[in-house]
């Protein structure tokens, strides 16, 4: 049986089956966040806009080295072979999960005048925080592997990649980057200013900008029937049926 998730994480990345060089490895990760979060922090006290150009310049750094990390999968593996996960990791993967998750939480950071009651705030902040583990909830039941896709080690290896398929797969291609700019949205209602709800779209650019670095990796590997496949559905929203979505993503029932 193919190895899933940690595991298979083990064996691309040795230093993982040591418990203090993975330590080692969540604290650069953990540092390299920090450092987007000070920025965020420092450089938003500036002026009144300026959490709208902190978002787009972490924003513009995720979205390079999303970049870089589709446009160089191939040549890793042709320099490295069966090494070329490890270094794929700590050049690609480690960078770019520090500023996703940097630009997920800093709507929380936003200050600014209050929009809306608080209960109202509350009601919408949950609501859209929901959306993070119940798209989880379907992309685990699909077959989709936490480690495997979600670290991009099936980027560097796809012939390794299981099948993914469930029935959310049938309304949006990428529920996952659903649920991560619905978290976003979330901690702007819950921080219930204007300028944190702006702030949480400009997450959509590395977000949309994402999808079309893997549909197009996806054609290349698949054809025509992935091209057929984005002709029917959205890539983070329904096209059609949106009650139905919902009823299947709230409820797990169509």
Same mark, same amino acid.
């Given at each position: 049986? /193919? &190895? +899933?998730?940690? *595991?298979?994480?083990? $064996? ?10 993975? #330590?080692? %490895? ?46 160089? /999968? &191939? +040549?890793?593996? *042709?320099?490295?072979? $069966? ?10 993967? #480690?960078? %770019? ?158």
């Amino acid at each position: 049986m /193919a &190895k +899933r998730g940690y *595991e298979l994480l083990k $064996e691309k990345v040795p230093e993982f089956r040591s418990t203090w060089k993975s #330590i080692t %490895i969540f604290i650069i990760w953990f540092l390299l966040f920090l450092l987007c979060i000070s920025f965020f922090r420092l450089f938003d006290s500036l002026v009144w806009y300026a959490s709208l150009i902190s978002q787009l310049v972490i924003a513009a750094v995720c979205t390079v080295i999303s970049y870089l990390h589709m446009k160089n /999968a &191939k +040549r890793y593996r *042709e320099k490295y072979g $069966e090494r070329a996960y490890r270094y794929f990791f700590f050049h690609f993967i #480690i960078p %770019i999960f520090a500023t996703w998750y940097a630009l997920l939480v800093h709507p929380l950071l936003v200050k600014g005048p209050t929009l809306l009651p608080f209960w109202a705030s509350l009601v919408l902040g949950v609501f859209f925080l929901l959306f993070r583990p119940l798209t989880a909830i379907h992309i685990n039941r699909s077959g989709f592997d936490n480690i495997g896709h979600g670290f991009g080690i099936y980027t560097v290896y796809p012939e390794e990649g299981p099948p993914v398929f469930s029935e959310i797969y049938f309304h949006i291609r990428h529920p996952m980057y659903l649920g991560s700019f619905c978290a976003a949205v979330g901690f702007a209602f819950l921080r219930n200013n204007v300028m944190a709800l702006l702030t949480a779209l400009i997450f959509l650019i590395p977000i949309l900008i994402e999808v079309r670095f893997e549909d197009s990796e996806i054609i290349e590997r698949v054809g025509e029937e992935h091209k057929e496949y984005i002709k029917n559905t959205g890539a983070l929203f329904p096209h059609k049926n949106v009650g139905t979505f919902l009823k299947l993503l709230f409820f797990l029932k169509r």
